[in-house]
């Protein structure tokens, strides 16, 4: 007798990750009200809305500095694509938000790329999609870094003073005196000491 029963294929979500920094993180407990390493569902209507206030915001952060509502992610679908997409929009009036180097103010909204990062006052945001085939349910999930995410991307990096090809860096003394601060022609020639 053959049991030709149905095999149920599970519905892969497309996945938020959110990897969250504050330089005071590890002494005021700003994270403790999210739900951090463990995906959270969520059907693509609703939004993501990040914030300090738990009556309007989904995910809240426990930090005065941080807006009512702070920031609202809005899942959709791009024209004749199955897959989701991610739009962010500031909802703070007094804070800037910072997308992928973008500025964007009061209600506007700019469309997620694969992985960007955000910032409004000290915090940083990674967020990053992992793609997924469901059609109207996405998962969130928060992670803590322990380092900042722009310091791992190599942005806001400061450089390191120029050393000569020598490898003795340029002296700003010359005799005791202020070294000339206008540049060497070609010909001139650069004393070491």
């Known amino acids: 007798m053959n049991d030709n029963s149905k095999l149920e294929t599970e519905e892969l979500f497309a996945c938020l990750h959110i990897h969250l920094f504050h330089p005071n993180q590890t002494i005021c407990p700003l994270f403790h009200n999210l739900p951090l390493n463990q995906p959270y569902k ?3 209507e609703d939004q993501v809305r990040l914030g300090r206030d738990g009556q309007t915001c989904v995910f809240v952060l ?5 807006s009512r509502k702070q920031l609202s992610i809005q899942a959709y679908r791009k024209a004749g694509s199955p897959f989701l997409s991610f739009m962010i929009q500031n909802m ?3 804070v800037k938000l910072m ?3 973008s500025e964007l103010r009061y209600l506007e909204r700019a469309e997620l790329d694969d992985k960007v990062l955000c910032r409004f006052g000290r915090y940083e945001l990674l967020i990053w999609q992992e793609p997924g085939d469901s059609e109207n349910k996405f998962e969130v999930l928060f992670e803590i870094c322990n380092t900042p995410p722009s310091q791992e991307l190599g942005i806001d990096v400061p450089c390191r003073p120029p050393v000569m090809d020598t490898g003795v860096p340029w002296r700003s003394f010359e005799n005791g005196a202020p070294a000339s601060q206008e540049p060497l022609e070609s010909d001139e020639t650069v004393v070491l000491v």
């Open 62 to 66: 426990n930090d005065t500095s941080v």
């Open 92 to 94: 703070s009036q007094k």
């Open 42 to 44: 969520m059907h693509a």
């Open 99 to 101: 997308v992928g180097g």
